[in-house]
């Protein structure tokens, strides 16, 4: 035992005793073994392992643990023994004794950390490798993330909605949007995705830096302004989880969260992004109801930064940028002759851009959100009806092209549908000059209807 205590500086390492090496083995045995229980110990704390990925990010962090382990047992071990061994005796007053270098010791002092970080470079840069590669059949899922809130935009055939359409009669925006690739753009406030299915996330920010973190997935990475940045992962359980924006980024950053949500298969995620393209493809007419309907399904970041009573709800209960309560008064009133603009073009540019006038007092917090046209004006057409008697004080011209008009969900149409699966239909659809050609991709078995534009 007190050979490996430097009473006797100028000993040689070819005189380590038989006693010693018991004492050394021994040693190690049980600080291999304290850091394997703490390694073991901890990670009950940690949450759901949702992911393919989580299982090696958790490993990884395993094997870090149980180092880090043995690491601090020998030094906090050591510490210990040394202040009980080499305490001052009573009566002792000699300065204590002088030591030089041991050779041996530096070479392996030095030469075991070396070795250690070097595996665990080897072992990180693994899976780090692993988990950013490109995955076969991935899913792309576009991410944006704005103070203080997520939306994630998939891009769905119209067969998910399990039945026929006249796309002639869709809203003008759906058929512009199905005319490129045969596919609708869907914004939803949860993050929707399927066991076993690999995903891409695909990420921009609207303001500031914000992180996409979803910690049940074990992995994490930055929204960069100006930059699409990519994350990916595969759900490997169904249930619930938890996306929170891990880069602080104002006022309400720790409301920054959405539900995440890991769908068995696909018919129940066709199922879960329905509703959502029920709202696009089968609109109200009116379009204070469109607005009330984009404003409460919390796809826009508004309800983080504004209050509004009549949708609080909605959690519409934001504080950072004005009260929004009467706010179609003061548009025809105190905004219309500070910007010279009718009410209706001020509400619509406060939204659309709205650093171009700032409200007294404020700013310029609210960001550039890229909401659609005929979306806006749908907002625009909402926050007229805000006012102190709950009439609008202003009339909203919604524009031609924002209109909605007929019924797309064609009886006729579902009639008419071959009962074999065809894989593809066309539809002509002919609205004034414009000449579109939709192809509908069906889901398997199904059938496809012609639906033939009305003169
Ligand atoms: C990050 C915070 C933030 C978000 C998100 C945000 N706003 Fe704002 N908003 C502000 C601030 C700050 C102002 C005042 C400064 C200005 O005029 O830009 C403001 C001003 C407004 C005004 C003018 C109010 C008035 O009294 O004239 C309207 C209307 C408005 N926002 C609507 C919206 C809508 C609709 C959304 C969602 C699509 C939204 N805001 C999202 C912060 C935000
Ligand atoms: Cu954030």
Same mark, same amino acid.
Not at 55 to 64: G, T, Y
Not at 69 to 79: C, D, E, I, M, W
Not at 327 to 332: E, F, G, N, S, T
Not at 370 to 383: F, K, N, R, T
């Given at each position: 035992?007190?050979?490996i205590?430097?009473?006797?500086?100028?000993?040689?390492?070819?005189?380590?005793?038989?006693?010693?090496?018991?004492?050394?083995?021994?040693?190690?045995i049980?600080?291999?073994?304290?850091?394997?229980?703490?390694?073991?110990?901890?990670?009950?704390?940690?949450?759901?392992q949702?992911?393919?990925?989580?299982?090696?990010?958790?490993?990884?962090?395993?094997?870090?643990?149980?180092?880090?382990?043995?690491?601090?047992?020998?030094?906090?071990?050591?510490?210990v023994?040394?202040?009980?061994?080499?305490?001052?005796?009573?009566?002792?007053?000699?300065?204590?004794?002088?030591?030089?270098?041991?050779?041996?010791?530096?070479?392996?002092?030095?030469?075991?950390?070396?070795?250690?970080?070097?595996?665990?470079?080897?072992?990180?840069?693994?899976?780090?490798?692993?988990?950013?590669s490109?995955?076969?059949?991935e899913?792309?899922?576009?991410?944006?993330?704005?103070r203080?809130n997520?939306?994630?935009?998939?891009?769905?055939?119209?067969?998910?909605?399990g039945?026929?359409?006249d796309?002639?009669k869709?809203?003008?925006?759906?058929?512009?949007?199905?005319?490129?690739?045969?596919?609708i753009?869907?914004?939803?406030?949860?993050?929707?995705?399927?066991n076993?299915q690999?995903?891409?996330?695909?990420?921009?920010?609207?303001?500031?830096?914000?992180?996409?973190?979803?910690?049940?997935?074990?992995?994490k990475?930055?929204l960069?302004?100006?930059?699409?940045?990519?994350?990916?992962?595969?759900?490997?359980?169904?249930g619930?989880?938890?996306?929170?924006?891990?880069?602080?980024?104002?006022?309400?950053?720790?409301?920054?969260?959405?539900?995440?949500?890991?769908?068995?298969?696909?018919?129940?995620?066709n199922?879960?992004?329905?509703?959502?393209?029920q709202?696009?493809?089968?609109?109200?007419?009116?379009?204070?109801?469109?607005?009330?309907?984009?404003?409460?399904?919390?796809?826009?970041?508004?309800?983080t930064c504004?209050?509004?009573?009549?949708l609080?709800?909605?959690?519409?209960?934001?504080?950072?940028?004005?009260?929004?309560?009467?706010?179609?008064d003061?548009?025809?009133?105190?905004?219309s002759?500070?910007t010279?603009?009718?009410?209706?073009?001020?509400?619509?540019t406060?939204?659309?851009?709205?650093t171009?006038?700032?409200?007294?007092?404020?700013?310029?917090?609210?960001?550039?959100?890229?909401?659609?046209?005929c979306?806006?004006w749908?907002?625009?057409?909402?926050?007229?009806?805000?006012?102190?008697?709950?009439?609008?004080?202003?009339?909203?011209?919604?524009?031609?092209?924002?209109?909605?008009?007929?019924?797309?969900?064609? @009886?006729?149409a579902t009639?008419?549908?071959?009962?074999?699966?065809?894989? *593809? #239909? +066309? /539809? !002509? =659809? $002919?609205?004034? @000059?414009?000449?579109?050609?939709?192809?509908?991709?069906?889901?398997?078995? *199904? #059938? +496809? /209807? !012609? =639906? $033939?534009?009305?003169?």
């Amino acid at each position: 035992m007190a050979s490996i205590t430097p009473q006797k500086p100028h000993q040689s390492s070819s005189g380590i005793s038989g006693t010693t090496i018991a004492v050394i083995v021994v040693v190690g045995i049980l600080l291999i073994a304290g850091g394997l229980l703490i390694g073991l110990a901890t990670p009950s704390i940690f949450p759901a392992q949702a992911s393919a990925e989580s299982k090696q990010v958790d490993n990884l962090f395993h094997i870090l643990l149980v180092i880090g382990g043995v690491v601090f047992l020998l030094v906090q071990g050591l510490l210990v023994y040394s202040v009980w061994r080499f305490r001052a005796k009573p009566g002792e007053t000699a300065e204590g004794i002088t030591m030089h270098g041991n050779t041996t010791l530096e070479i392996v002092w030095t030469a075991i950390p070396a070795v250690t970080v070097f595996v665990l470079t080897i072992l990180s840069w693994q899976v780090f490798n692993s988990i950013t590669s490109p995955k076969e059949g991935e899913m792309t899922i576009k991410a944006n993330g704005a103070r203080f809130n997520w939306n994630f935009e998939y891009q769905m055939p119209l067969s998910i909605m399990g039945k026929e359409y006249d796309i002639s009669k869709l809203p003008q925006a759906v058929q512009d949007d199905l005319k490129d690739d045969n596919l609708i753009t869907l914004t939803s406030a949860t993050l929707y995705v399927m066991n076993g299915q690999p995903v891409v996330m695909q990420m921009e920010p609207r303001d500031v830096i914000h992180a996409f973190w979803v910690p049940a997935f074990r992995v994490k990475q930055d929204l960069i302004p100006g930059r699409v940045t990519t994350v990916r992962f595969t759900p490997d359980q169904t249930g619930e989880f938890v996306l929170e924006c891990a880069e602080l980024c104002g006022a309400n950053h720790g409301a920054m969260r959405a539900q995440v949500i890991v769908e068995a298969n696909e018919s129940d995620f066709n199922a879960a992004l329905m509703p959502i393209m029920q709202k696009l493809v089968e609109p109200p007419a009116d379009p204070v109801a469109r607005g009330r309907q984009l404003l409460e399904s919390d796809v826009y970041p508004c309800y983080t930064c504004h209050t509004l009573s009549a949708l609080s709800t909605a959690n519409w209960v934001g504080n950072v940028g004005p009260v929004l309560n009467g706010v179609a008064d003061r548009a025809a009133t105190t905004r219309s002759a500070a910007t010279g603009q009718t009410p209706q073009e001020y509400l619509y540019t406060a939204i659309h851009n709205p650093t171009a006038y700032l409200v007294p007092g404020y700013g310029p917090l609210m960001p550039q959100l890229g909401i659609p046209e005929c979306q806006v004006w749908d907002i625009v057409a909402y926050l007229s009806t805000q006012s102190e008697t709950g009439q609008a004080p202003f009339t909203v011209d919604i524009p031609p092209q924002c209109q909605v008009s007929g019924n797309a969900a064609s @009886a006729e149409a579902t009639a008419e549908a071959t009962s074999e699966a065809t894989t *593809e #239909a +066309t /539809a !002509e =659809a $002919t609205s004034g @000059a414009v000449e579109a050609t939709a192809e509908v991709t069906p889901v398997a078995g *199904e #059938a +496809t /209807a !012609e =639906a $033939t534009a009305a003169p």
